[in-house]
T-cell receptor, first 112, second 113 residues
């Protein structure tokens, strides 16, 4: 059983549309979430991180966190073909130090 | 932008063979990590280190050894490679601090025949 569950597994979004990705941790010690983006054939690169309840926005990307339910979501508005990638959610806890636990990822395809 | 390099980028070996994957970071980061990425499993942590001579066990360590010789260099050793170790291997580094961002290298694709 993955400690970090992501949904959906894959998503097709029209260009200009909104993509919504979900991530939940089953580890009650988790208090920090990361979103990484991995383009095909490339390495993961950090997109956004969040540790406070609420919302954080950077350009077309918005991250939400509900600490009580250990659920985070990533929303991409005005999706572009360059947003087509594997999106990885990772969770960290104070007790685990610098260790991250990654989910399997959500594959996003933006159709022109 | 943090710089992490890996070598080789591709490697083919046979079952029972010896393989060493190399990673170097030039950002004065204390932490370095080895992950493997497989379809259906995501990124899984093999070993990590917080300084030269230090080694911490990750989540999937069986069949792997690692050694951190300097602050810059971290090696992953497969002494008796098996087909189940065919995977894409990523090295990463981060600064100190519980929530420091991890920067990934370009990856090494390993095939064990």
């Amino acid at each position: 059983q993955q400690k970090v569950q992501q949904s959906p597994e894959s998503l097709i979004v029209p260009e200009g549309g909104m993509a919504s990705l979900n991530c939940t941790s089953s580890d009650r010690n988790v208090d920090y979430f990361w979103w990484y983006r991995q383009h095909s054939g490339k390495s993961p690169k950090m997109l956004m991180s969040i540790f406070s309840n609420g919302e954080k926005e950077e350009g077309r990307f918005t991250v939400h966190l509900n600490k009580a339910s250990l659920h985070t979501s990533l929303h991409i508005r005005d999706s572009q073909p360059s947003d087509s990638a594997l999106y990885l959610c990772a969770a960290a806890s104070n007790s685990a130090g610098n260790k991250l636990t990654f989910g399997i990822g959500t594959r996003v395809l933006v159709r022109p | 932008e943090a710089a992490v390099t890996q070598s080789p980028r591709n490697k083919v070996t046979v079952t029972g063979g010896n393989v060493t994957l190399s990673c170097r970071q030039t950002n004065s980061h204390n932490y370095m990590y080895w992950y493997r990425q497989d379809t259906g499993h995501g990124l899984r942590l093999i070993h990590y280190s917080y300084g030269a001579g230090n080694l911490q066990i990750g989540d999937v360590p069986d069949g792997y050894k690692a050694t951190r010789t300097t602050q810059e260099d971290f090696f992953l050793l497969l002494e008796l490679a098996s087909p189940s170790q065919t995977s894409l291997y990523f090295c990463a580094s981060s600064g100190t601090g519980n929530y420091a961002e991890q920067f990934f290298g370009p990856g090494t694709r390993l095939t064990v025949l």
